[in-house]
């Protein structure tokens, strides 16, 4: 992946990196923090915050906590690693791209954390107003972890010091608000 000079990286293994960038001729006290994975559902909140953000005049601060999602489904074969390695980079490049026409400063972490504790621990390191993920998924799994309180989104909502926006798969930040008539 080529990047801009502009674009800060630091790479702290092959599975975990902090990529940025800033616009020095935009002084921003307001910060979105967005929650990053696979599947569409988060690919759209992705593009959500972006635009929500460009609209509030508010920096980007996406975060990708790596897990079992990210991992491939064969773990004994030899190509494993290579696998893992590839799908976490094409979810970085994704993000990365995703950024690059936003207007504002923007920063992309990817860790090997817990997601709902890193994301609190983000919006609490950048003085976030919002966090942004992709709403739940439907089924019984995802009614599960509602229920257990496992689910990211699940934990995000319980806490009470950040507003938090669940994007549903269909709702596009163009889209949104709807007009009212």
């Known amino acids: 992946m080529t990047h801009s000079p502009h674009i800060h990286d630091t790479v702290r293994s092959p599975l975990t990196s902090h ?26 909140a992705l593009a959500f915050a972006v635009t929500f953000a460009a609209g509030q005049d508010a920096d980007v601060h996406v975060v990708h906590c790596v897990d079992s999602e990210d991992m491939p489904i064969e773990t004994d074969s030899p190509q494993y690693e290579n696998r893992f390695q590839h799908a976490v980079a ?33 919006a609490k390191e950048y003085g976030a107003f919002v966090i942004v ?26 806490q009470d010091q950040y507003p938090v926006l669940l994007i549903p798969a269909a709702v596009t930040a163009t889209a949104w608000p709807p007009q009212v008539r």
Not at 90 to 112: E, I, K, S
Not at 133 to 158: I, K, N, Q, Y
Request: with cysteine; net charge positive.
């Open 19 to 44: 990529l940025g960038q800033s616009r020095p001729q935009m002084a921003t006290t307001r910060h979105v923090v967005v929650g990053f994975g696979t599947g569409d559902i988060s690919k759209n």
């Open 133 to 158: 993920v992709g709403a739940p998924r439907t089924g019984a799994v995802s009614a599960l972890g509602a229920l257990l309180h496992t689910s990211v989104s699940s934990r995000l909502t319980r």
């Open 90 to 122: 094409a979810q970085r490049d994704h993000a990365v791209a995703a950024l690059q026409t936003f207007p504002g400063a923007w920063t992309y972490d990817c860790v090997r954390a817990d997601p709902a504790e890193y994301l609190l621990k983000s």
